[in-house]
């Protein structure tokens, strides 16, 4: 079972025993958001840059939708936009990842966190909604990078870099309860 995100990726095994392995590194972004619509929400989500910079990232975006690259990124878009990444977000709007959830035949679990600032949870129950083998399990106060940590934009973004902050605990017991299930 593996649990993705753009930027990290979380392998649960589990053992003979029942127990639960854990594993998480950081690895190139291959997961999607379910639709066109939701896609944009997601680049926009918590207004990364100043309002007057939404009109420019709204033209890069429809550029983007339709298959072509934009050349003139201001510099406060290039960390979403720049040009090794535009290649990227163009594949990126060619999945649904709701579709390709409900293609699976196995059991599935979603495991989206209240305070993420990149996946909502309405995009977390559109995945759940495909599929009727997938189980929603929504974590009160989880982020993206699966912590316990205040909605509050700084405290979001400092969780981020810091090691020291401890994975959601309710996290790591809904992959041990899932896999137990499962195992059954």
Not at 16 to 41: M, S, T, Y
Not at 59 to 74: R, V, Y
Not at 106 to 130: E, P, W, Y
Request: hydrophobic fraction near 40%; glycine fraction near 4%; proline fraction near 7%.
């Amino acid at each position: 079972m593996r649990y993705a995100c753009r930027r990290c990726d979380v392998v649960v095994r589990a053992t003979p025993q029942g127990q639960a392995l854990l594993r998480r590194r950081h690895r190139r972004p291959q997961r999607k958001v379910a639709d066109r619509h939701a896609r944009r929400e997601t680049l926009q989500r918590g207004r990364l840059h100043p309002p007057e910079l939404a009109k420019q990232s709204d033209a890069i975006l429809k550029n983007l939708e339709a298959g072509k690259t934009t050349d003139n990124t201001p510099p406060e878009l290039a960390a979403i936009y720049r040009p090794s990444v535009q290649p990227y977000l163009i594949s990126w709007f060619r999945y649904d990842p709701a579709k390709s959830i409900a293609a699976l035949t196995i059991l599935v679990l979603i495991i989206q966190g209240t305070t993420d600032l990149q996946v909502s949870v309405v995009d977390a129950k559109r995945l759940a909604a495909a599929n009727p083998k997938a189980k929603l399990l929504l974590i009160e106060g989880m982020n993206h990078v699966l912590k316990e940590v205040p909605d509050d934009r700084d405290k979001q973004i400092a969780s981020y870099s810091n090691p020291d902050l401890r994975l959601a605990p309710e996290f790591l017991v809904g992959i041990v309860d899932f896999v137990r299930k499962v195992g059954k």
